[in-house]
């Protein structure tokens, strides 16, 4: 008999924690390790459990879903996640993709989703609920050797961070609104601001917006009057 997956559930809302938890045991080959409610206590018990999987809601009440999932996935390779959130929007999932998620469950759909999603990851595909478009997700990925846009050499020399912020910076967000976003300070957004510009070699916001536009990684009908 094979072993157990073992799972850290990361919801600031107790009950629905304990509907997670009810729809795990109804296939043994999972079990709940732990669970946490808010971004901290994530973080902790996942470096100490190291489970096999940690399913997150996107809004934590001390930091974002997605940053988690980056730093989960940055110190924990080996740990898979699947974000469960009641965000449907697309500019969400590509984002919690982005950070390293393997699977995308909509809460009110959960029921039908989790143990397929939990199927699915343990197997090594991604997995997307049926709420929401693959096609769609897998035009905004970016999935190396799919997405044909994203194939400049400098924008590959960006680090996640300062392609997260690059995009953020392209659609208008100004640095004290990129700052509270991603809880780092607007100092640090500026430092990232200025490597982004020298490395790409641009020099105005108008030329950083045409430079995201021409990768796909905005729609520029956002910014037509």
Known sequence: MSEKKSILIVDDHPLFREGLKAIIRRN???????????????????????????????????????????????????????????HSKVDYIVEAFQAGAKGYVVKESAAEGLLKSLEAVTSGDYFLDSAVSHQVIKKLMQFPGKEAKITDADYGALTPREQEILRLLAEGYATKEIADKLFISPKTVENHRANIM????????????????????????????
């Open 28 to 86: 043994s080959q999972f079990e709940v390790i732990g669970e946490a409610g808010n971004g901290q206590d994530g973080l902790a018990m996942a470096q100490k459990l190291k489970p096999d999987l940690v399913m997150i809601d996107l809004s934590l009440p001390d930091k974002s879903g997605v940053q988690l999932t980056r730093e989960i996935r940055d110190q924990l390779p080996q740990t898979q996640v699947i974000v469960v959130t009641m």
């Open 198 to 225: 020298n490395k790409l070699n641009l020099h105005s916001t108008i030329a950083l917006v045409r430079y995201a536009a021409k990768l796909g990684l905005i729609d520029m009908d956002l910014w037509k009057n």
